[in-house]
């Protein structure tokens, strides 16, 4: 009896570690507005926990701003048939994004990627939906 409330204490413990390492997106990013950034990536890192895409931004005033935008790891993405290869340097996008709570510009999370053509596909890491 021992060992198995001892078995289950560190498969509950093994499992909320791992849940609360991750942020969710709402303690970070004001998921209430969407905000299109519009830019060509500069720079796209394909590795987990996130794939990172660099923005580069400019802005009315032909000041360039750079943002770093998060997104969904790779395989998820993969998972919604999303073609990693269409996060290319150089290409021109708008990444419909939440930005930080604490108003640190430069960075976001990306909700939506919008090419040029058109096509729309869901790119957020929206941990939160997944939980129960």
Do not use: C
């Amino acid at each position: 009896m021992r060992i198995r409330v001892a078995i289950q204490a560190v498969i509950v413990a093994a499992v909320s570690s791992t849940l609360s390492a991750h942020h969710t997106l709402t303690a970070t990013y004001d998921t209430v507005n969407v905000v299109p950034l519009t830019g060509v990536i500069s720079r796209v890192d394909l590795v987990n926990p996130h794939v990172t895409v660099t923005l580069e931004s400019k802005g009315p005033d032909g000041r360039v701003t750079t943002w770093v935008v998060e997104m969904a790891p790779p395989g998820g993405l993969e998972r919604r048939s999303f073609d990693l290869h269409l996060l290319e340097v150089g290409r021109q996008v708008v990444i419909e994004s939440w930005l930080r709570e604490d108003g640190t510009q430069g960075q976001a999370n990306g909700r939506t990627l919008v090419l040029p053509d058109g096509r729309r596909f869901d790119v957020s890491d929206n941990w939160d939906r997944f939980m129960i």
